[in-house]
């Protein structure tokens, strides 16, 4: 089973950047890895995924404002928060997919307020 911790939400005023980080307890290098974010009222969404050789995919929403990245020699995920809006404001998850199941972290908040 693996742990994951995500880090680095917090306050910031509309336009401002923010970046997340999601630490895993064990190696992340085979599998893909995603970002998550829910806000009051709504379902979970994708915001942005990376796949384990390094492939991107991003909501229309966050496409050219946000950036996901992994190291693997760290065991961590990064997601660079750009142009942030007052509708970002959410609950980001991270998550990481196997074969068999997903696991995800406990969330970090990020409220976009000015």
């Known amino acids: 089973q693996v742990q994951l911790v995500e880090s680095g939400g917090g306050l910031v005023q509309p336009g401002g950047s923010l970046r997340l980080s999601c630490a895993a307890s064990g190696s992340i290098s085979i599998y893909a890895m995603g970002w998550y974010r829910q806000a009051p009222g709504k379902q979970r969404e994708l915001v942005a995924r990376i796949t384990n050789s390094g492939s991107t995919n991003y909501a229309a929403s966050v496409k050219g404002r946000f950036t996901i990245s992994r190291d693997n020699a760290k065991n961590t995920v990064y997601l660079q928060m750009n142009s942030l809006k007052p509708e970002d404001t959410a609950v980001y998850y991270c998550?990481?997919?196997?074969?068999?199941?997903?696991?995800w972290g406990q969330g970090t908040q990020v409220t976009v307020s000015s």
């Open positions: 998550k990481q997919d196997r074969l068999t199941r997903a696991y």
